[in-house]
Each structure stands twice: as structure tokens, then as C-alpha cells.
């Protein structure tokens, strides 16, 4: 799926696009298979041993690093990197026990991808009549990168989560 230049999705383009993210996410009775387990652990692993091989290069190939707009001792890439004064940090699982939201190994209540919203989704800037959330279009929470995120309305972020095609 290809959301370039799409910060957030109008009604419109949601519409359009629903079965694409739909089919993207796993429907509640999935949640329970043994499957999808399986697949939440082969990307967290696939996440992890990257992460270990990648942590000390400084920049990646097409990777991009703006400060945060409000935190400015972080700068983060559109690869889902972060920096602190200038070195990157190491990511880790949410200790909620959450799998596939990234958190600061030292900072464990900073969610990666809402950083990566906040830099390059301008997701503090939203101006909208109703509340803004931020979706993996991919379902790979481990996937934190600019091009796997865009912002829907709550409502339009619910529709795809339950899996059910609601009127927005």
C-alpha cells in the first residue's frame, strides 16, 4: 500500500482505501490464533536482530533525521530511529506487554511511532474537529518508519481495528 504524500486520510480516501488497510489488519477472531502469534514473534525478532546490526551506523541509506519539535534533545528519523544528544537509542517492547509498540529502552513510556507522527506526520499540528490516531497501515508495529504510518481520525481508526466498515 502506497500512502505518499497522504498525512492524513479525508473520509474520501478512507473510503477508497478501507479494504486495503482492512485486509492489512487482523480480524478480532485472529488475534486468538496461533498464527498470528507466530507472526508478531517473527517480526519482533526480525526487528531485534536489525536493530542490533544497525544501532551503531550513524545514518542509513535514505534515512532522513529531524529534531523533534517539542522534545529537543531528540532527533528522529523517518525510519523510525531515535537520538538522544546524539546517540541513537536502543528500542525495546512496551513493558505494558504490548507487542509491537516500540518504546525507548531508557525511556519506556516514549512510543516510538508517536515521535516519528510527531516529526514527520506533523501530528501535533493536526487541526481537526475529531481526535487524530496514528496507524501502522501495515499492522507491523515493529515497522515505525515514516512511509508505515499515517494518521486517521478515531473513528476512521476504529472502523479499521474492529473491522467493521462504520459511516465516517
Known sequence: MNFTNHVKLTDEEFKENYEKLFNACPRPSEYKTDEYWKRVHE????????????????????????????????????????????????????PDGKLGYLVLEKYTSVLVYQLVADCFLDRLNQSSVERLAVHHIDNNGYDCSEDNLIMLTEKQHNAIHKNEMEEV
Open 43 to 94: 517480526r519482533q525478532e526480525q526487528f531485534f536482530a536489525n536493530q542490533e546490526k544497525t544501532i551503531s551506523i550513524p545514518e542509513l541509506p535514505g534515512e532522513k533525521w529531524v529534531k523533534h519539535p517539542t522534545i529537543k534533545t531528540y532527533e528522529v528519523s523517518n525510519l523510525g530511529r531515535v537520538k538522544i544528544k546524539g546517540m541513537i537509542q536502543r528500542q525495546i517492547d512496551d
